[in-house]
Each structure stands twice: as structure tokens, then as C-alpha cells.
């Protein structure tokens, strides 16, 4: 091969490496945005910032992208206040939102915080009562409560005994997904929950153990003190029963 054939192989090859070095580029540039666009949206946010909520005492985490919408955004957390914090979104060279008004104003932050806090509650509970590893999961029901936004406050200390309706889903593993398990489960659940000043107007249940899925919902007390919850967990699951429990049970198959 002559001196100007291999020349031109490497010339060739080199178009070739630099092709695929803009290619990679451009691929990751698509998904995780490029770095110059994200130190403008960082200046940019941080300049919102002073601009819009300098008394708020706030710090702004690393800047990430939404490769969906093209979208630049970091979240701004107060120094001083649990439940101060909100997303700042930047498209295009410049801020064009924020979360503050929902998140903070709004009392998403609030609720959100005490959800996890009873949730840990109950969890506690699940396990010392019951004896169940779990990962129970505690939600409250904001649009049932009128007015809620307006008395609850930010940095609010927890308590189970606020009036908003709660409502309970026991995560467990279970080995026996009958029927009259799961509903002993509930009954032991619901005593110990109220022993403990713990009242949830709705409980549900969800196991995924060794190919077996389990989910039971709307669920409530009334069901369970009734005594007469394995029939009407029956029913629901053979769809012979008008109301709100629905029972979903899948076993793995054999043979």
C-alpha cells in the first residue's frame, strides 16, 4: 500500500473517530443536557433566587435535566425551614417556573412530611404488634378536608390525631395469601393501630412474595369489626359484592 493509500485510511479513520465521538455527544447531550446549558441554568436559578426569595435563606442543589422536555432544574431549600423547599425549572436561557407556590404555600411539603412520619409510625407498630418486616405506607386524603392548606403549618410538629382522613396500606411478604389470613391480618392490624391512637378510615394491603401477588383495597373498620370480613373478602374477589373492597390475589401457576 502507498504512502497516499494510507494516508488516506487514516484520514478516514480519524472522520470516522470524530463521528462517533459527536455521535456519543450528541446522544448523551439529548439525555443528560451538556454542561454549558447547565452552568447558565445554574447561574440562572441562582439569580431567581435573589431575585424572587432572598428571605427565604435558601441553597440550591446541582443542577439536573429533563431530557423529555428539554428542561434544566435544581431544587432551592431553605437553611432554617423543614418544609421550605421547591423545584425552579429553566428552559431556553431562561427561568420559566417554580414549584413554591404548590409545594411550599400550598402545604404539598407539609403533607408529604407527615405521611412519612406516620408512616414510620405504623410500620413500628406493624412490626412490635404484629411481627411482620414491612414497609407499611401511611397517605392522607388532602380533598377530603376542607380548607386543610389553611391550618396546616409549615415545620408542623406530627400528630397522628389531626383531621384529615388517613389512609392505611399494610406492605408485608406473606407466605399464606389466604383469605382468612388476610383477614386476620387486618383485624390484629386494626386493634393494635387503635390501641395506639392510630385511626384510618381505609385500609388496604399489598404482598409480592415467591411469584405471589396480593393486593386488597378499601378496606374499612367497619368491614373489619363487623367479623364477617373472610365473606366479604370473598365476595370481592369474585366481583359478588357491591361496595369498595377489591381483592386481587395472583398465584404462580404450575405444571
Not at 18 to 38: H, K, Q, R
Not at 135 to 144: E, K, L
Request: proline share 2%.
Amino acid at each position: 500500500m502507498n504512502r497516499a493509500a494510507k494516508l488516506l485510511l487514516r484520514i478516514a479513520a480519524g472522520l470516522t473517530a470524530f463521528a462517533l465521538i459527536g455521535a456519543l455527544l450528541y446522544v448523551t447531550n439529548a439525555f443528560v443536557g451538556n454542561p454549558v446549558s447547565a452552568m447558565m441554568a445554574d447561574r440562572a436559578i441562582r439569580q431567581y433566587v435573589d431575585q424572587h426569595y432572598s428571605s427565604l435563606h435558601l441553597e440550591t442543589d446541582k443542577v439536573k435535566y429533563n431530557f423529555k422536555d428539554g428542561t434544566y432544574w435544581a431544587t432551592a431549600r431553605s437553611t432554617t425551614s423543614i418544609d421550605t423547599k421547591f423545584r425552579i425549572y429553566y428552559r431556553n436561557g431562561k427561568v420559566i417556573r417554580d414549584d413554591y407556590e404548590g409545594d411550599v404555600l400550598g402545604k404539598f411539603n407539609t403533607l408529604e412530611r407527615l405521611s412519612l412520619e406516620y408512616s414510620r409510625l405504623a410500620q413500628n407498630i406493624v412490626a412490635d404488634e404484629l411481627g411482620y418486616e414491612n414497609r407499611t405506607m401511611v397517605t392522607y386524603d388532602m380533598d377530603a378536608a376542607e380548607n386543610a392548606a389553611d391550618w396546616l403549618e409549615l415545620d408542623m410538629k406530627f400528630d397522628q390525631l389531626l383531621p384529615l382522613k388517613a389512609e392505611v396500606t399494610l406492605r408485608l411478604e406473606l407466605g399464606d395469601t389466604s383469605l382468612a389470613n388476610i383477614a386476620q391480618i387486618f383485624t390484629d392490624a386494626h386493634r393494635a393501630f387503635v390501641e395506639h391512637d392510630c385511626h384510618f378510615h381505609q385500609y388496604g394491603l399489598y404482598s409480592e412474595h415467591d411469584g405471589k401477588d396480593v393486593m386488597v383495597h378499601g378496606v374499612t373498620p367497619a368491614d373489619i369489626e363487623s367479623g364477617d370480613l373472610v365473606r366479604l373478602l370473598e365476595e370481592a374477589q369474585n366481583n359478588d359484592r357491591e361496595g369498595g373492597i377489591r381483592v386481587r390475589i395472583k398465584t404462580p401457576k404450575t405444571g
